[in-house]
Nanobody, 122 residues
Framework: QVQLVESGGGWVQAGGSLRLSCAAS????????VAWFRQAPGKEREFVAS????????LYADSMKGRSTISRDNAKMRAYLQMSNLKPEDTALYYC???????????????WGQGTQVTVSS
């Protein structure tokens, strides 16, 4: 089992950058793929990016390609989402997620964090 805690969210002006962190606890973090999802008010939760156990495979939503980088440090049991050139439409609650399989959609997820809020002002 894995517990996930996100941090690094906050308020930023359009065009700015943020780095989200996901701290994992439990066993065998390296056995899990990790992903980031987000949910804006009144909208469904959507996939942002995912990374495989060994970091060999990364996937990105079209909306975040070229503006975000997902990474992980298995020794530190952490995953990260570096976001740049942020836009007001990126405003959402961002969730870290983990699964034994590579994550592409939310029903692939086994474990969820509580989320960290990102607010981008114009």
């Amino acid at each position: 089992q894995v517990q996930l805690v996100e941090s690094g969210g906050g308020w930023v002006q359009a065009g700015g950058s943020l780095r989200l962190s996901c701290a994992a606890s439990g066993r065998n973090f390296g056995n899990y793929s990790v992903a980031w999802f987000r949910q804006a008010p009144g909208k469904e939760r959507e996939f942002v990016a995912s990374i495989s156990r060994s970091s060999l495979t990364t996937l990105y939503a079209d909306s975040m390609k070229g503006r975000s980088t997902i990474s992980r440090d298995n020794a530190k049991m952490r995953a990260y989402l570096q976001m740049s050139n942020l836009k007001p439409e990126d405003t959402a609650l961002y969730y870290c997620a983990a699964s034994l399989s590579l994550i592409r959609v939310d029903y692939d997820v086994d474990y969820w964090g509580q989320g960290t809020q990102v607010t981008v002002s114009s």
